[in-house]
């Protein structure tokens, strides 16, 4: 029994081959040089395995079976084996179904990868357009910003031309004002030392002004009563000299034109002529004694009010010999010899 149990059990482990064809039409439904057929292929093994181990399970559970049995059992066997191919036939159909699955997914994983290659490979180049577009933008954002830096470069450089420029005009119009600030302080400086040499010339001619109109009115002998009058008699006694001379030049005069008159004179030996040229001397000698009388009486005027002796022209005392060498006298030495 237990032999025959064996035999039974390993004759349709035998026709086990049987199942492998459902892979081979799988192979051959499958598509070439996919991935998803071999694993299909691969997987029908272990399903086998499994078939196998519940036979053997079988097997053991009827093991037992007595000898009478074996009829049975080969029945058994028949319809396992029947069963088996059946099961092959449906695992051959669920495996190429599976393929077929399989084969439309891996074409729907292909069609999505393509699609997501696709909606990558666009987002890529929306992105890379985006990027190149972002770049553009950066680099006409880079230009705008340079030139619009060198825009501000130049007006700022524009900007410092013009405040240095600014500053220089400021700059030589302070100095212009300050330059003539100093010359109006200079100007100022020498009208007012002008002023002050004016002032001082103006204090000195008053001074002197002063000084002279004292000299003017001066009497350098006022307190000398002694000597002015003895100045007085010498005067007086001049004047009576001097007319007494005046009185003898005119007569003289007179008696030379009465002889002329009464005497005939030869004009051919010229003794009218000579005659008429004394006669003018004497007129004019008795017209200076008269300017010498006239001097005295002023001489005499002036010893009253007791200016006498005071020069007409340095306003100075004259010395006391030369009021009584000359007589009158209105004028020092120096005085006299500058004339």
Do not use: W
């Amino acid at each position: 029994m237990p032999s025959s149990a064996k035999n039974a059990v390993k004759a349709p482990a035998k026709k086990a081959p049987a199942k492998k064809v459902a892979p081979k039409a799988v192979k051959k439904a499958t598509p070439p040089k996919s991935a998803a057929p071999k694993a299909a292929v691969k997987k029908a093994p272990a399903k086998k395995v499994v078939v196998k181990k519940t036979v053997k399970k079988t097997a053991a559970t009827k093991a037992p079976v007595k000898k009478p049995a074996v009829k049975k059992a080969v029945k058994k066997t028949i319809l396992l084996s029947a069963d088996q191919k059946a099961a092959a036939a449906r695992k051959a159909a669920a495996a190429k179904a599976k393929d077929a699955a399989a084969a439309k997914a891996l074409k729907e994983r292909e069609a999505k990868a393509k699609a997501a290659a696709k909606a990558k490979a666009a987002a890529d180049k929306a992105k890379s357009t985006a990027a190149a577009k972002a770049l553009k933008e950066r680099e006409a954002k880079a230009k705008a910003a340079a030139k619009e830096r060198e825009v501000q470069r130049k007006a700022r450089e524009k900007a410092a031309a013009e405040a240095k420029k600014q500053r220089e005009i400021e700059a030589k119009r302070k100095a212009v004002e300050a330059e003539k600030q100093r010359k109006q302080r200079e100007i100022e400086r020498r009208n007012m030392e002008e002023l002050k040499r004016q002032e001082r010339r103006d204090a000195e001619e008053r001074k002197r002004l002063e000084a002279l109109e004292r000299k003017m009115h001066s009497k350098p002998y006022g307190n000398d009563l002694a000597f002015l009058e003895e100045l007085r008699g010498l005067l007086i006694e001049t004047r009576e000299a001097t007319n007494a001379q005046i009185a003898i030049s005119e007569f003289e005069a007179n008696e030379m034109l009465v002889d002329r008159e009464r005497l005939e004179y030869d004009d051919e030996d010229g003794s009218s002529v000579a005659s008429d040229i004394q006669r003018d001397q004497l007129k004019d000698f008795a017209s200076a004694l008269r300017l010498k009388v006239d001097e005295i009486e002023v001489a005499l005027a002036r010893i009253d009010d007791g200016s006498y002796g005071r020069c007409d022209e340095c306003y100075e005392a004259i010395s006391r010999p030369r009021l009584l060498a000359q007589l009158p006298v209105f004028t020092c030495v120096s005085c006299r010899a500058s004339v």
